[in-house]
């Protein structure tokens, strides 16, 4: 097929090729916000500041803590699935004493 038979079928192949694009440019966003880790270690980085500052209790932060961690697991989980780097070692949630 040569430049006739492209002039002839770009009605057709024009806005399937603009719409694969398109969802090429949603999958790489969609991708990045799920393997993207930075809001969640910030919020964690606030977790301990609330702490220090008196405004939560251990309770409370250890609580929160805990679901922050699970989200970071399911970060670090899409990333190796989507074949990404991931640094630093599993992550663990230290159990309570009362626990053991």
């Not at 492209?6 to 024009?14: M, Q, V």
């Not at 969609?30 to 939560?56: F, H, N, R, S, Y």
């Not at 780097?85 to 949630?93: H, I, K, N, Y």
Request: net charge negative; no cysteine; hydrophobic share 40%.
């Amino acid at each position: 097929m040569g430049l006739l038979g492209k002039l002839l079928f770009f009605p057709i192949s024009g806005p399937v090729a603009g719409i694969r694009w398109s969802l090429g440019k949603v999958q790489s966003v969609v991708e990045e916000e799920l393997t993207d880790d930075a809001p969640v270690k910030q919020a964690l980085m606030e977790l301990q500041m609330q702490l220090e500052l008196g405004d939560i209790t251990d309770d409370q932060y250890v609580e929160r803590e805990a679901a922050l961690m699970a989200q970071l697991r399911d970060v670090r989980a899409w990333r190796e699935r989507l074949g990404k780097a991931t640094s630093g070692g599993p992550v663990r949630v230290a159990k309570n004493n009362e626990e053991e």
